[in-house]
């Protein structure tokens, strides 16, 4: 690995360097060498150091703590912080460079992927014998990392996006009410932080760009710090940083990064990290076909931190440009859904219409130990979807299209389990009720498995839970949407 000057140090030097030499006309940065991020060797790093303890997002702090109470000692553990009810709030620091790091995630209790990232991130710092040592050698020697991890360990606990007061900490940067919120900012103003590194997760319904095609499977943004969405030399950096992470991601998931809007929140603790003068990247971990538990995108969050330090550390960032950045292009809310149906038949109250129909799905996280949850699929959108991205789509060119019908009676976890999806399917019938409220996740997922009071709507309407039965050319059945999911019959 080429050796280089520290990035605090690198343009000032050798912009007055080339001056001197009568040579400022020329760009000194084009002129650099910068290590190359060794990526087919990082990936091969990444399994062996997944923290298998963490593999689903309900995780609460309590599955947390043996891990940070095994860190070795290269890691500073201590509790900075409790939380509204008292849960601690750890700070972890690794690293003996000048260029402080702050690295925080999940204030919002629903966003986990990068807490379980972080986790692996810490085994892989202290990794060796891969060929990695030197890579991690320049990181230790030039960043000094600081890390809060699950800021809102409260909201982890019941799995929801607020704190225990019911705030949101991301929009607490000002008034700093919670006591969460005064922790990451007290962290930041006590490192004065170079940078800051904003982990989150957003929905898995986000698409890249519009019209869409690809959902965004993660999203990138270096937020403004006023309205005018100034791009001052601390964001320009920030920008750097993101564009060299997204050359990374483009090869595993090309053209599923996406660029948050930058419209200024000015109680936001990105916009205002910005504002203090931390340089703020921004992650939202989104969706990922056949990847619910967001495993997948934890390797490429995992991934890409490790490509972003070692940029800082190395100022290789400085190859990127902020026209890389801007040519992200942005993501869009709510673009995709789980399933398009196109040009279905379907006979309504008022007739008969050919339409396409959007299905998505609501999820539900279970009491009382709230580690596990149910989905109901239901209808998104009606009409006309050709701008919309799906994670499965089919085209039916007017081929008929009828509602699910709940099967007789009520039953037992035992008898639905006995239950042939297939046979039900001809039959016209796609859900089963149970007799007692569902404690846990349903025993079928062929089926939709109903509690006592839930409800299937028997016609295809906007907003409502519905499955859907299609049928061929020859009015034979050729697929189910069940519970949100695409099936195809046999």
């Known amino acids: 690995m080429p050796a280089t000057l520290p990035r605090r140090f690198t343009a000032p030097f050798l912009l007055l360097f080339y001056s001197l030499l009568g040579c400022a006309q020329a760009d000194p940065i084009a002129t650099l060498t910068f290590p190359d991020f060794p990526l087919a060797e990082v990936e091969a790093s990444l ?53 402080d790091v702050l690295l925080w995630s999940q204030m919002h209790g629903d966003e986990p992927t990068a807490t379980a990232a972080l986790f692996d991130l810490f085994s892989w710092l202290e990794g060796s014998g891969d060929g990695l040592d030197s890579l991690r050698k320049i990181i230790r020697s030039e960043l000094r990392l600081t890390f809060l991890p699950m800021l809102n360990p409260d909201g982890a606990e019941v799995y929801q996006r607020r704190n225990a007061l019911g705030i949101d900490l991301n929009r607490d940067a000002v008034h700093l009410t919670s006591p969460e919120a005064q922790f990451l900012k007290g962290e930041r103003d006590r490192l004065d932080a ?19 095609e690809k959902g965004a499977v993660l999203s990138i943004l270096a937020p403004a710090f006023d309205w005018e969405k100034t791009m001052s030399t601390k964001r320009e950096d920030a920008a750097q940083v993101i564009a060299l992470m997204n050359a990374i991601w483009q090869q595993y998931v090309p053209g599923q990064v996406g660029r948050y809007n930058d419209d200024f929140e000015p109680r936001a603790f990105g916009d205002n990290l910005q504002k203090w003068g931390t340089r703020t990247i921004l992650i939202e971990s989104g969706g990922y076909a056949g990847d619910p538990e967001k495993q997948e995108i934890r390797k490429l969050n995992l991934l890409g931190l490790i490509a972003g330090l070692q940029g800082i550390a190395t100022g290789s960032f400085e190859q990127y440009t902020v026209e890389d950045y801007m040519r992200i292009p942005q993501n869009e809310f709510n673009g995709m859904h789980d399933v398009i149906l196109q040009d279905a038949r379907v006979t309504l109250p008022g007739g008969e219409f050919v339409m396409d129909i959007g299905i998505r799905k ?6 009382p130990q709230n580690r596990e949850f149910t989905t109901s699929g239901y209808v998104s959108d009606l009409g006309d979807l050709s701008t919309f991205g799906a994670f499965d789509r089919l085209s039916l060119n007017g081929q008929r299209v009828v509602a699910g019908k709940v099967y007789p009676g009520e039953h037992t976890i035992a008898e639905i389990s006995q239950l042939n999806p297939q046979d039900l399917y001809e039959r016209g019938y796609t859900a089963v009720r149970l007799r007692q409220p569902l404690q846990g996740p349903p025993p079928t997922e062929a089926l939709r498995v109903l509690g006592p009071k839930n409800w299937l709507s028997p016609e295809v309407t906007y907003g409502e839970a519905v499955d859907l039965l299609v049928y061929g050319a020859d009015d034979t059945l050729t697929h189910v949407v069940v519970n949100g999911n695409l099936i195809a019959v046999e």
């Open 194 to 212: 170079d940078w800051g590194f904003n982990l989150h997760d957003q929905s898995t319904y986000y698409s890249v760009g519009f019209p869409a």
């Open 362 to 367: 609501n999820e539900r996280t279970l009491p």
């Open 47 to 99: 399994a062996a150091h997944q923290r298998n303890e963490l593999t689903t997002r309900r995780f609460k702090q309590a599955d947390l703590a043996p891990l940070v109470q095994q860190l070795p000692e290269s890691f500073t553990v201590d509790t900075a912080g409790t939380s509204v009810e008292g849960r601690p709030l750890w700070r972890v620091v690794w690293g003996e460079g000048n260029t």
